[in-house]
């Protein structure tokens, strides 16, 4: 399989807890993206790596994120002490060089209890 | 404003009609324009894109963009019950390329 892979696909926690999301991108990508989803919503921008820089994070990301891409490959996203807002489906996305046209991952669905 | 509008729907279609789904954006600078669709509980997939003032048609799909009254739309012919999904239109920010601004999406039903 030569898509783009998250893992986990669900993750059950409790509010308070610690969680990472892992994105493995089509491996000739130079750009990744990380989206979050809630149920009748379009995808919203978090953040985004071209190669192992991260070039933007949107402002309605508060601290307790952060991501990570070393040596351009896969990436991480850790949400810290998670709140039951942040329930939601977390979305990766890769492409080559632009914007747009964008691979998806399946997702991570995280559920703060 | 939003940056990207669609309407939410859902838009109910009969089955071998044309489906019309339409899109406005605020940002007078964009100049690239995408479709996903969406299926329920899937990721969204790329299904067409524009740059220039116009139309483009690819198979059943075309899409039209109006950069002077910022509107794009997409308009699927001889609808399908496959093609019942969630159709987001995407929109980069002003002239650069780094990243895209997504819809609320717009759902879509076949009728059989």
């Known amino acids: 399989d030569t898509g783009v892979s998250q893992n986990p696909r669900h993750k059950i926690t409790k509010r308070g807890q610690n969680v990472t999301f892992r994105c493995d991108p089509i491996s000739e990508h130079n750009r990744l993206y990380w989206y979050r989803q809630t149920l009748g919503q379009g995808p919203e921008f978090l953040t985004y790596?071209?190669?192992?820089?991260?070039?933007?994070k949107s402002r309605l990301l508060s601290d307790r994120f952060s991501a990570e891409r070393p040596k351009g490959s896969f990436s991480t996203l850790e949400i810290q002490r998670t709140e039951q807002g942040d329930s939601a489906m977390y979305l990766c996305?890769?492409?080559?060089?632009?914007?747009?046209?964008?691979?998806f991952g399946p997702g991570t669905r995280l559920t703060v209890t | 404003q939003k940056e990207v509008e669609q309407n939410s729907g859902p838009l109910s279609v009969p089955e071998g009609a044309i489906a019309s789904l339409n899109c406005t954006y605020s940002?007078?600078?964009?100049?690239?324009f995408f479709w996903y669709r969406q299926y329920s509980g899937k990721s969204p997939e790329l299904i067409m894109f524009?740059?220039?003032?116009g139309d483009k048609e690819d198979g059943r799909f075309t899409a039209q963009l109006n950069k002077a009254s910022q509107y794009v739309s997409l308009l699927i012919r001889d609808s399908q019950p496959s093609d019942s999904a969630t159709y987001l239109c995407a929109v980069t920010r002003g002239n650069r390329d780094d990243k895209i601004i997504f819809g609320k999406g717009t759902r879509l039903h076949i009728l059989p």
């Open positions: 940002d007078r600078g964009s100049q690239s």
């Open positions: 524009i740059y220039s003032n």
């Open positions: 996305a890769s492409s080559l060089n632009l914007a747009g046209k964008e691979y």
């Open positions: 790596f071209q190669n192992e820089a991260q070039l933007e």
